[in-house]
């Protein structure tokens, strides 16, 4: 039963209130057929509204089944709705996109009925209205009064308490009104039917029970119910709207209106399409720089030295807090500009070296070491025999063979163009360069000269030095050592049977499409022939006379740090041992110490190159900071800065391009505004059956879920479709192919992104829409 006690309704625009209801008091029996008549104004479709409770009343009590509704929430209104009433309107409201099945299951699905089972009773009551056969139509296929039919259908489908009818036979003519008063006559049997009408002879001839009003006010009843207190049992049903029936809604109603919306998903996908084409350049260029490194710089060798030194070009200056460019202050600041800079010293040992040794050698080109020791070489010029100084005539170890792969580097990346590469520990090779040239200091450091500039091959080639060991070369002379002959002529220590011979067995040049960083020009020999001079000098007199010595067994001169005299012994420099600054130095450069001043590490790839940094990383774990040993990886410099210039690019790119986004989210706030505005009554209609507010909000979001995805699919699909001409272009102008690569992780990331940027653009316009009012959306057209 439901009851109204002393319901009272107002309605203000602006200074003017009209009083819809004035203090009613009315009681409904379960089953019963109730005409409510008066003139236009009287306040009959206010009382049926909030009889529906789709409108609130302003004092009173609304009492269902012993409850009042005091205190109801907007979800109890929603529950009451769906569950306990059932309207049927004069204009019929049926959903337009829907077809006449998906209209009548609607409040059905807002009561979580499975599928099968809406399916089974909507059938039922469409049989009992008549149209089963007209299920799949939809509503603009009817007539008035089968339209008429469905909306009675639906009203029953969930089996309410009550239903309710405004002016159900307003809009149809005489004798389908006849049929659909005949229909709801029979409903009234088993439910209260209440059911407005302004026509007299039409309540007479099927309401059971007569009430007038007029101003708001009852002015008869022809059969009063007399109230009874009732027990508070009424509890009925929360409803709800899943996504997914959200989505089947807003589908249906896009697919309406598909050409505006394939429209608008091309609009708003212009973004994606240009962001997806920016990031798929950027991938390709991505990954053709990452080829070229790989192949350019893969050889490139890691370099140990014994000072590592990084500069913090941003640190430069005052402190950060407190520097001011171009300060008008009449003073100068100073600064330590040492503080910029990070050096490392790097102590390179024996056992050091014995680990770089033991790396995987598959992973290795080759190994070169630069050492301190001067080894005692000497060359035949005009029939006179002088010291090389090894410094000026290039003299530098090349990268030794791979013991594993038992790969050659000289051979692998230098071609012969003249003689062969070394095969003996004594064979030394002439490196040129790629213009076949040789600075002129190293060829008259070598003893190769010739009057018109150019020297030919086979005068050089066979070219053969001599090296002494130092109990030969040294003698000793009172407490210093000299060199054991006449200054300028040492013709009798390279005739000597102990001179080893040193023959230049070829003349290389690095490879045209080599992938390494080449040698510099000069002579270069093997490290086997460092350590053989190495080992036989640790023993030698004049290096056990400098280990028992404090001073420069040399010259004399003391170690010193301002140490800087030099002499000329034997038609040899000697400066470079007689400046050292220690004793260790001297030492060094006389072949005492076999640890080498640096090591250069080519390895055979860049994925090899990755390795060998991490075996070298792994020496220094649980190391202080002052015992590690750094490296220079030059490839993984370059790759690093052209990584980051490309990562700049493309982010200013996208950023341009995320413009047509921001676009496109307000376009598509707007879109889905003009939405609210034409699905208004759908609105009413919807709220009327049950659905919440934020079910409201659903139908709307999956409007922009959905043309965020067509949006989103239709941007990517597009983009890649124009990487084939952007990469026919592209390889027409650079040579390079397949430069635009879009990457299918990127794609899925920026069809997400469509969905989010519709979904928030659409977010107000869906919430305008949960806050209509349900009697005002119904009477929109």
């Given at each position: 039963?439901?009851?109204?006690?002393?319901i009272?309704?107002?309605?203000?625009t602006g200074?003017?209130?009209?009083?819809?209801?004035?203090?009613?008091?009315?009681?409904f029996?379960?089953?019963?057929?109730?005409?409510?008549?008066?003139?236009?104004?009287s306040?009959?479709t206010?009382?049926?509204?909030i009889?529906g409770?789709?409108?609130?009343?302003?004092?009173?009590?609304?009492?269902?089944?012993?409850r009042?509704?005091?205190?109801?929430?907007?979800?109890?209104?929603?529950?009451?709705?769906?569950?306990s009433?059932?309207?049927?309107?004069?204009?019929?409201?049926?959903?337009?996109?829907?077809?006449?099945?998906?209209n009548?299951?609607?409040?059905?699905?807002?009561?979580?009925?499975?599928?099968?089972?809406?399916?089974?009773?909507?059938?039922?009551?469409?049989?009992?209205?008549?149209?089963?056969?007209?299920?799949?139509?939809?509503?603009?296929?009817?007539?008035?009064?089968?339209?008429?039919?469905?909306?009675?259908?639906?009203?029953?489908?969930n089996?309410?308490?009550?239903?309710?009818?405004?002016?159900?036979?307003?809009?149809?003519?005489?004798?389908?009104?006849?049929?659909?008063?005949?229909?709801?006559?029979?409903?009234?049997?088993d439910?209260?039917?209440v059911?407005?009408?302004?026509?007299?002879?039409?309540a007479k001839?099927?309401?059971?029970?007569?009430?007038?009003?007029s101003d708001?006010s009852?002015v008869?009843?022809?059969?009063?119910?007399?109230?009874?207190?009732?027990?508070?049992?009424?509890?009925?049903?929360?409803?709800?709207?899943?996504?997914?029936?959200?989505?089947?809604?807003?589908?249906?109603?896009?697919?309406?209106?598909?050409?505006?919306?394939?429209?608008t998903s091309?609009?708003?996908?212009?973004?994606?399409?240009?962001?997806?084409?920016?990031?798929?350049?950027?991938?390709?260029?991505?990954?053709?720089?990452?080829?070229?490194e790989?192949?350019?710089?893969?050889?490139?060798?890691?370099?140990?030295?014994q000072?590592?030194?990084n500069?913090?070009m941003?640190?430069?200056?005052?402190?950060?807090?407190?520097?001011?460019?171009?300060?008008?202050?009449?003073?100068?600041?100073?600064?330590?500009?040492?503080?910029?800079?990070?050096?490392?010293?790097?102590?390179?040992?024996?056992?050091?070296?014995?680990?770089?040794?033991?790396?995987?050698?598959s992973?290795?080109?080759?190994?070169?070491?630069?050492?301190?020791?001067?080894?005692?070489?000497?060359?035949?010029?005009?029939?006179?025999?002088?010291?090389?100084?090894?410094?000026?005539?290039?003299?530098s170890?090349?990268?030794?063979?791979?013991?594993?792969?038992?790969?050659?580097?000289?051979?692998?990346?230098?071609?012969?163009?003249?003689?062969?590469?070394?095969?003996?520990?004594?064979?030394?090779?002439?490196?040129?360069?790629?213009?076949n040239?040789?600075?002129v200091?190293?060829?008259?450091?070598?003893?190769l000269?010739?009057?018109?500039?150019?020297i030919?091959?086979?005068?050089?080639?066979?070219?053969?030095?001599?090296?002494?060991?130092?109990?030969?070369?040294?003698?000793k002379?009172?407490?210093?050592?000299v060199?054991?002959?006449?200054?300028?002529?040492?013709?009798?220590?390279?005739?000597s049977?102990?001179?080893?011979?040193?023959?230049?067995?070829?003349?290389i040049?690095?490879?045209?499409?080599?992938?390494?960083?080449?040698?510099?020009?000069?002579?270069?020999?093997?490290d086997d022939?460092?350590k053989?001079f190495?080992?036989?000098?640790?023993?030698?007199?004049?290096?056990?006379a400098?280990e028992?010595?404090?001073?420069?067994?040399?010259?004399?001169?003391?170690?010193?740090?301002?140490?800087?005299s030099?002499?000329?012994?034997?038609?040899r420099?000697?400066?470079?041992?007689?400046?050292?600054?220690?004793?260790?130095?001297?030492?060094?450069q006389?072949?005492?110490s076999?640890?080498?001043?640096?090591?250069?590490?080519?390895p055979?790839?860049?994925?090899s190159?990755?390795?060998?940094?991490?075996?070298?990383?792994?020496?220094?774990?649980?190391?202080?900071?002052?015992?590690?040993?750094?490296?220079?990886?030059?490839?993984?410099?370059?790759?690093?800065?052209?990584?980051?210039?490309m990562s700049?690019?493309?982010?200013?790119?996208?950023?341009?391009a995320?413009?047509?986004?921001?676009?496109?989210?307000?376009?598509?706030?707007i879109?889905?505004?003009?939405?609210?505005?034409e699905?208004?009554r759908?609105?009413?209609?919807?709220?009327?059956?049950?659905?919440?507010k934020?079910?409201?909000?659903?139908?709307?979001?999956a409007?922009?879920?959905?043309?965020?995805?067509?949006?989103?699919?239709?941007?990517?699909?597009?983009?890649?479709?124009?990487?084939?001409?952007?990469?026919?272009?592209?390889?027409?102008?650079?040579d390079?192919?397949?430069i635009?690569?879009?990457?299918?992780?990127?794609?899925?990331?920026l069809?997400?992104?469509?969905v989010?940027?519709?979904?928030?653009?659409?977010?107000?316009?869906?919430?305008?829409?949960?806050?209509k009012?349900?009697?005002?959306?119904?009477?929109?057209?």
């Open positions: 039963m439901i009851q109204l006690k002393k009272k309704k107002t309605y203000t200074d003017f209130t009209q009083v819809a209801l004035n203090e009613i008091d009315l009681s029996r379960a089953n019963e057929f109730v005409a409510i008549l008066g003139q236009s104004g306040g009959k206010t009382l049926l509204n009889l409770g789709l409108d609130q009343y302003d004092s009173g009590d609304l009492i269902i089944n012993g009042s509704t005091k205190n109801f929430k907007d979800s109890d209104w929603d529950a009451y709705r769906n569950n009433v059932g309207f049927v309107f004069q204009s019929y409201n049926l959903i337009p996109h829907l077809n006449i099945l998906d009548i299951e609607m409040s059905m699905t807002l009561s979580g009925i499975s599928m099968s089972e809406k399916k089974e009773r909507a059938l039922e009551v469409l049989e009992r209205v008549g149209l089963k056969e007209h299920a799949k139509k939809k509503p603009n296929q009817l007539s008035g009064g089968q339209m008429q039919r469905v909306a009675i259908a639906r009203a029953l489908v089996n309410p308490d009550i239903i309710l009818a405004d002016e159900p036979t307003g809009a149809l003519d005489s004798e389908t009104s006849v049929q659909i008063m005949d229909l709801i006559s029979e409903i009234a049997k439910k209260l039917v059911m407005v009408t302004h026509n007299p002879d039409l001839s099927y309401a059971d029970r007569i009430v007038e009003l708001g009852v008869s009843d022809s059969d009063p119910y007399s109230e009874k207190d009732e027990v508070d049992n009424y509890n009925p049903k929360k409803t709800s709207m899943s996504f997914f029936t959200a989505l089947k809604l807003s589908g249906k109603n896009i697919l309406a209106k598909k050409w505006r919306t394939a429209l091309f609009a708003s996908s212009i973004g994606i399409i240009g962001v997806a084409l920016v990031l798929a350049l950027s991938n390709g260029f991505d990954i053709q720089i990452s080829e070229y790989k192949g350019t710089l893969s050889n490139y060798p890691i370099q140990i030295t000072t590592a030194m500069i913090d941003s640190a430069m200056g005052n402190d950060e807090e407190e520097a001011v460019e171009y300060p008008k202050d009449e003073v100068v600041y100073s600064y330590d500009s040492s503080e910029n800079n990070v050096t490392h010293t790097n102590t390179i040992t024996e056992e050091y070296v014995d680990y770089v040794e033991d790396m995987d050698s992973l290795i080109d080759g190994i070169s070491y630069t050492r301190s020791v001067n080894m005692n070489i000497l060359k035949m010029e005009d029939g006179k025999a002088t010291s090389v100084n090894q410094s000026t005539a290039g003299f170890t090349y990268p030794s063979k791979s013991e594993s792969t038992d790969s050659d580097f000289l051979e692998e990346n230098y071609d012969v163009l003249a003689g062969s590469l070394p095969k003996d520990t004594n064979d030394i090779v002439l490196i040129v360069d790629e213009y040239q040789v600075d200091s190293i060829l008259n450091e070598l003893g000269t010739s009057d018109d500039e150019e030919k091959f086979d005068d050089i080639v066979g070219t053969e030095y001599k090296l002494l060991y130092n109990d030969d070369y040294y003698t002379s009172g407490d210093y050592y060199v054991n002959g006449t200054p300028t002529d040492l013709s009798d220590l390279y005739n049977e102990n001179a080893e011979t040193l023959t230049v067995t070829g003349i040049r690095i490879k045209e499409d080599t992938n390494v960083s080449g040698l510099s020009t000069g002579i270069a020999y093997s022939l460092a053989k190495i080992e036989n000098a640790k023993q030698s007199e004049v290096v056990l400098q028992a010595a404090d001073y420069n067994v040399l010259n004399g001169s003391v170690f010193s740090s301002n140490d800087s030099g002499s000329t012994m034997g038609g420099n000697t400066s470079s041992l007689g400046s050292t600054q220690t004793k260790d130095d001297v030492l060094a006389l072949g005492a076999s640890v080498p001043t640096s090591i250069s590490i080519y055979v790839d860049f994925d190159k990755e390795k060998i940094t991490e075996y070298l990383d792994d020496w220094n774990d649980g190391l202080a900071d002052t015992d590690q040993i750094q490296y220079t990886d030059m490839a993984e410099m370059i790759t690093t800065l052209s990584g980051s210039i700049a690019i493309t982010i200013v790119l996208v950023a341009f995320a413009i047509s986004l921001v676009v496109s989210m307000i376009m598509i706030g879109i889905i505004y003009i939405s609210v505005l699905r208004t759908e609105i009413g209609v919807l709220r009327s059956l049950g659905a919440r934020k079910d409201i909000t659903r139908v709307f979001n409007e922009t879920f959905i043309i965020g995805t067509c949006s989103g699919l239709l941007g990517i699909l597009i983009a890649y479709l124009l990487t084939f001409p952007v990469n026919s272009v592209l390889e027409g102008m650079t390079l192919a397949n635009a690569q879009l990457d299918p992780v990127v794609a899925i990331g069809v997400a992104l469509s989010i940027l519709t979904m928030i653009g659409g977010f107000i316009p869906a919430k305008m829409a949960a806050k009012d349900p009697v005002e959306a119904l009477r929109s057209e």
